[in-house]
């Protein structure tokens, strides 16, 4: 069945209404997020889909402007435009490095030069089933390209298959490159549109669902650490707050203990009677002192009664007033 007053069948025209609803969210998620830079990858994708169905639908068409030969041109034009996209859409959304070649000078040699000896052939001869003879290098080229894609995922995950993202991966590249080997097969055989449609658009769909997938995980898990940094960002303020608090303290006990030693000297203490002072300030007992010191406790209490006297004091109270402590 065909949309009225076109060659276009309602197969492909959903196909079309799909991907124009899909270019309108990644649009919209371009604007929400212009950080994300490989939606640009995404958009154009489906863009190349959406002009490939549209030019292969209504094309050729006698009630359209051009000729024959034109309107071929464009319609097989657009089939190779889409696998020509297609490694260094790869390359660069999984970053399979190894598919550098052909992202890009592979299409250039095996993809658009051919489209090129294409076009020559059917505008001098005007027989396309000769020009479909060509198709056979864009097949040939498709088939390098699935062992480039086998070795590229081998070397990204250094021959390790067992994880789910490598196994998903290597499935799914390998269903979307069907459309690339089977399109000039369905040319060359002629079969018929909805087949056509369902094949090329298929694996396609597929590969952009995969790379829109990893897209979100990885804004998901970027969501996740900024929220552990917001929730170490709530705590970090108090965390300060002690810090410098401790701090504080610290330097205030320094410089107390810094002022009792100055103080010390003024009433001529001796090492041991400063260093007697020191504990006593910090609240030390007499016992406590004598085991630190490695002393007899009398001998802590001699001392202290010397201190006593020097510094004209009665008590520990006034001791540590007087010391500044």
Not at 287 to 314: D, G, P
Request: net charge neutral; hydrophobic share 45%.
């Amino acid at each position: 069945m065909l949309v009225p007053g076109t060659q276009m069948h309602y197969v492909t025209f959903g196909f079309v209404c799909i991907e124009i609803v899909i270019l309108f969210y990644l649009l919209i998620h371009r604007l929400a997020r212009p950080d994300d830079k490989t939606t640009y990858l995404n958009i154009f994708l489906i863009i190349l889909l959406i002009i490939y169905n549209v030019t292969g639908g209504l094309l050729p068409d006698p009630n359209l402007p051009g000729s024959f030969i034109v309107q071929e041109s464009i319609a097989y034009g657009t089939g190779f435009i889409t696998p020509c996209y297609f490694p260094y859409f790869i390359y660069k959304g999984f970053g399979l490095e190894k598919m550098k070649f052909h992202a890009n000078r592979g299409v250039l040699f095996f993809l658009i030069i051919p489209y090129l000896l294409f076009v020559s052939v059917l505008a001098i001869s005007g027989d396309l089933d000769k020009a479909k003879n060509i198709l056979v290098i864009p097949v040939l080229y498709g088939l390098w390209v699935t062992i480039s894609i086998y070795i590229a995922i081998k070397f990204k995950y250094h021959g390790d298959f067992s994880s789910r993202q490598a196994r998903e991966e290597i499935a799914v590249l390998f269903f979307s490159i069907t459309p690339w080997i089977g399109l000039p097969i369905i040319s060359y055989f002629e079969l018929s549109q909805p087949i056509e449609a369902v094949t090329t658009n298929s694996g396609f769909l597929v590969l952009l669902a995969l790379h829109i997938k990893r897209n979100v995980e990885e804004q998901k898990a970027e969501h996740e650490r900024l929220i552990e940094s917001e929730s170490y960002l709530q705590t970090w303020n108090e965390r300060l707050q002690e810090e410098v608090e401790k701090r504080t303290r610290d330097l205030e006990r320094v410089s107390a203990e810094k002022r009792v030693l100055e103080n010390c000297s003024q009433y001529h203490l001796t090492n041991r009677e400063k260093e007697i002072v020191r504990l006593v300030c910090k609240g030390n007992t007499h016992k406590q002192i004598a085991e630190s010191l490695y002393i007899a406790e009398r001998t802590v209490a001699k001392h202290v009664q010397n201190i006593f006297e020097k510094v004209n004091v009665s008590n520990r109270m006034e001791l540590r007033d007087k010391l500044g402590a």
